[in-house]
């Protein structure tokens, strides 16, 4: 398997594998492929999402963030049948794609619309999950961040310009929750409540502070993913 990224604004992610070899990837995710490579759907607690609570110690451990089914990815398995073969994924965004590999002491955090591809061996769950009644993540899915664990090798997308910290133990940031892109399993991670600050995301009475605590490494994004994807989050005019 070898991974390559084209183009700077808007990179392409491209992905040669041998004949046997397969990746997985958010259904209908992907840009174009060879005609060797064949698609079929993962069922639910395979080499994907599973049913279990998606909090862990690194990601504060709360008991509200239990995943449910409306909260899984739904994905696909692309393998080289016969022959070897190639898969892209696009940006659906100007931004960066990061390869990281993961494995049972190395994992990570990512944002709701991160997870770009992953090699077979790796898993996807709900890591971090809260609701708001209202802003922009109002509704039954709320504010949640996907774990990636398993073994093997992800790709995450991160929009806009990438800022990289890395935490010492003991060592915090505050971020605006929509800038964090992407932090390592071991940084603690919890939304400090601010009253009284009108914040157009998470509704007109309150603010919201995304708090990091080292040790580990920490991606944020220049540009808020719901400033691109919701109609609501753009400025008027």
């Known amino acids: 398997m070898d991974d390559r990224l ?3 604004i808007a990179p392409v992610l491209s992905i040669s594998l041998d004949a046997g070899e397969s990746v997985v990837a958010e259904a209908g995710e992907f840009s174009w492929m060879t005609d060797s490579i064949q698609m079929a759907a993962v ?4 080499a994907g999402p599973d049913g279990g609570s998606g ?3 690194g990601a504060g451990g709360a008991g509200r963030n239990r995943v449910g089914d409306a909260d899984m990815l739904s994905l696909s398995r692309f393998t080289a049948v016969g022959t070897g073969g190639t898969i892209a994924f696009a940006c659906k965004q100007p931004g960066r794609i990061l390869g990281v590999d993961i494995s049972p002491g190395s994992e990570y955090l990512v944002h709701r ?4 591809a992953g090699t077979a061996g790796i898993q996807i769950r709900c890591g971090f999950r809260q609701s708001f009644s209202t ?3 109002a509704g039954p899915g709320g504010f949640w961040l996907h774990r990636l664990t398993g073994t093997g090798r992800a790709w995450v997308g991160l929009a806009g310009e990438t800022v990289r ?3 010492a133990a003991g060592e915090s940031l505050r971020a605006h929750p929509g800038h964090v892109g992407m932090f390592a399993a071991s940084v603690a991670f919890q939304l400090t409540r601010v009253p009284g ?3 157009r995301y998470f509704g007109h009475d309150t603010h919201h502070f995304a708090v990091l605590s080292g040790p580990g490494p920490v991606w944020l994004q220049s540009v808020p993913m719901p400033a691109l994807t919701t109609p609501a989050a753009l400025p008027p005019g």
């Open 6 to 8: 084209a183009g700077t």
């Open 43 to 46: 069922p639910p607690g395979a």
């Open 55 to 57: 909090a862990g110690a």
């Open 113 to 116: 619309h991160g997870f770009v």
């Open 135 to 137: 802003g922009i993540y």
């Open 165 to 167: 910290f890395e935490l």
């Open 197 to 199: 600050i009108a914040n």
